[in-house]
């Protein structure tokens, strides 16, 4: 099953944990709740995502940002820390089974975005690589989105200022939505994960719980952190 690759991870791998080692960003972690058993998982969620992302092809070769580790760190790990604790295991799981089966996670998210930002080109290159979800995985995603949506919406009127630094409501030109950025994650994952997503999500919902306001408290934090300790 490729354990070998999984368990000895790469130089790109390993270029995350010493972030996960600040003493501002062990505080934070801390303050967020999150015990040695969340932060061992956050951080090889983070670390799998970074080599993905460094492995991602674009159309006109490599993006700067793919060599940007502290803001995919700051922006990962926010979002990660926010959303249901419950399914990190099942999102790591998810990114170890996909690169045991030569698949890539983050590719194929990068790839559903432009089905919304660029249908065309998607239809060329995309389309028929990746499946479409089934009815059971279309619904939960559905109520995903459902869930995802009210909370963008909380967040724009509670933190306009804020949300304004952040993805857009709709799709623009080479822009995709938070919505749809967040769904076309969510996409590439098994079952089971979406299932602990949506039960996540309805428990923060009544729990007056927002992840989207808490990842952007959660980013503000980690910059302070890591700016404090640069």
Known sequence: MGCCKLCAPSGRRLEVYPLFARPG????????????????????????????????????????????????????????????????????????????????????????????????????????RLEAPSPVRAAVLSEIADLVRARLEEASRDLSVTSGHARGAVNEPGRVSALDYYLAEAAGYRLRTLFALRDGLLRQERGRMNAIEDTYRYTVGLLTALEATA
Not at 53 to 80: K, T, W
């Open 25 to 128: 960003v062990r505080a934070l972690l801390g303050r967020a709740g999150a015990g040695e058993a969340d932060t061992a998982v956050l951080r090889e969620i983070v670390a799998l995502e970074w080599e993905q992302f460094d492995r991602v092809e674009g159309m006109f070769g490599r993006a700067s940002c793919q060599d940007d580790l502290q803001s995919f760190f700051v922006y990962r790990l926010a979002q990660h820390l926010a959303f249901p604790r419950a399914a990190l295991p099942y999102i790591l799981d998810d990114l170890r089974s996909a690169e045991a089966g030569g698949r890539n996670l983050v590719e194929e998210k990068y790839a559903r975005m432009m089905e919304a930002t660029d249908p065309e080109r998607y239809a060329a290159t995309w389309a028929a």
